[in-house]
C-alpha cells in the first residue's frame, strides 16, 4: 500500500460520504446532513496535512526541516480551531461532525480488510496450465 491508497480512500470518502448525506439529510434533515459532510471535509483535509508531513518526513527530512515545522505550525492551531469553533457554534450536532470526521478513518479501515481478506498485498501463487506445477507469486 502506498500513497495512492490514501487518493483511493479520499475518493471513496467523498462519494459515500455524499451518499449517506443525503439519505441523512432525507431523514433527519439538513443540519445533520450539512454536519457530516463537514466533518468528513475536516477529516479528509487532516489527513492530506498527515500525508504531506508523512512525505517530507520520509523524504529527505534534513532538506524539508523547515517546511515541516511550518506545516505543523499551521495545521495544529488552524485545524483545531476550525473544530472548535464548529463544536462550539451549536449549529451543527456534535454526533454529526463526530461522524463525519470518522467517515474516512471507517473507509481507511475496510480498504484495508478488504485487501487483506483479498491478499491484494501479498504474494500469489500461480499455477502452470495444465501441469498443476505451482510457481513464485506475482
Excluded at 487518493?7 to 448525506?21: E, F, H, N, P, Q
Excluded at 432525507?26 to 477529516?43: E, N, R
Excluded at 463526530?98 to 481478506?117: D, M, N, Q
Aim: charged share 15%.
Amino acid at each position: 500500500m502506498g500513497f495512492d491508497f490514501l487518493d483511493r480512500v479520499r475518493k471513496t470518502s467523498i462519494a459515500a460520504g455524499l451518499v449517506v448525506s443525503f439519505v441523512v439529510w432525507i431523514y433527519k434533515g439538513p443540519w445533520p446532513a450539512l454536519a457530516l459532510i463537514t466533518g468528513c471535509a475536516w477529516s479528509l483535509v487532516n489527513l492530506h496535512v498527515l500525508r504531506l508531513l508523512v512525505l517530507q518526513v520520509t523524504n529527505d527530512p534534513e532538506k524539508h526541516k523547515l517546511r515541516t515545522a511550518a506545516v505543523l505550525a499551521v495545521k495544529v492551531p488552524v485545524l483545531y480551531a476550525i473544530g472548535y469553533v464548529l463544536l462550539t457554534t451549536g449549529r451543527l450536532p456534535a454526533v454529526g461532525l463526530l461522524a463525519g470526521f470518522a467517515w474516512p478513518l471507517v473507509v481507511v479501515v475496510l480498504k484495508a480488510a478488504g485487501r487483506l481478506l483479498l491478499g491484494l498485498d501479498g504474494k500469489r501463487e500461480v499455477r502452470s496450465p495444465g501441469s498443476g506445477e505451482v510457481r513464485g507469486g506475482i
